[in-house]
């Protein structure tokens, strides 16, 4: 499951330039502008900067909050060696008390596919979480002072911008629960084809056979003495 919120994270955090789009049509629907007026003032600002009404602009709040998550990405590389590293670990540690690398297998597989399935449910219904927990009245003690509006339009913001991740990861997470059911299976039959294989069949006549051609001792011989 950490492998599945990593790839998450990762893919959101590279929907930068949509996070900057949905920002910026968020602030043009609060300020009943239109994108041509947004950019004639914006080029006015940027060629007038010392103007009050520009300080949106110098600041660049937007700009700002992409670029502090973009400095995130950095850090899920490490992030990345360490779940591999966990997964590698706990392979050893299956290995170690099956003692048997097919059984230890099958645990591991069986394990992961079971979590691939159950991640591609959780981000199916992830925007449906979304919605449960903005509807619900402890959200609603929560923003008080917040407009349902507002409160809407940001649920929506969050959906376009984390859409593709979402969708991404549930097929990641299907495909590799298909791809790990399918060789938890085959794995299970070769082990059971095996330990079929090491059970010797009952077969009177080879049994007969074998005897026959097999060399007889030969028997030691006895001196028998005479009494005279």
């Known amino acids: 499951m950490l492998l599945f919120l990593a790839f998450f994270a990762n893919l959101s955090l590279q929907q930068t330039d949509t996070l900057k789009q949905e920002l910026q049509g968020y602030i043009l629907k609060q300020s009943n502008i239109t994108q041509a007026e947004f950019d004639q003032v914006k080029t006015f600002c940027e060629q007038n900067p010392a103007q009050e009404n520009c300080e949106f602009f110098k600041q660049n709040p937007i700009e700002e909050v992409v670029n502090k998550i973009s400095m995130a990405k950095d850090y899920f590389l490490g992030t990345f060696l360490l779940i591999i590293a966990l997964l590698l670990l706990g392979f050893g540690l299956v290995f170690m008390a099956t003692k048997n690398l097919i059984d230890a297998f099958i645990k591991i597989s069986l394990n992961l596919s079971i979590q691939s399935?159950?991640?591609?449910?959780?981000?199916?219904?992830?925007?449906?979480?979304?919605?449960?927990?903005?509807?619900?009245?402890?959200?609603?003690?929560?923003?008080?002072?917040?407009?349902?509006?507002?409160?809407?339009?940001?649920?929506?913001l969050m959906v376009n911008w984390l859409g593709v991740p979402m969708t991404r990861t549930f097929n990641l997470a299907l495909s590799l629960g298909i791809v790990l059911t399918f060789l938890t299976i085959m794995l299970y039959f070769h082990k059971r084809?095996?330990?079929?294989?090491?059970?010797?069949?009952?077969?009177?006549?080879?049994?007969?056979?074998?005897?026959a051609n097999k060399p007889k001792k030969e028997e030691p011989k006895t001196n028998i003495r005479t009494k005279k």
């Open 117 to 156: 399935f159950f991640a591609a449910t959780y981000f199916n219904f992830l925007p449906d979480i979304f919605k449960a927990i903005i509807n619900s009245s402890s959200f609603s003690q929560l923003a008080q002072g917040i407009s349902q509006e507002e409160v809407n339009q940001t649920l929506t």
């Open 193 to 211: 084809s095996i330990k079929e294989g090491e059970i010797v069949d009952y077969n009177p006549r080879k049994q007969i056979e074998d005897r």
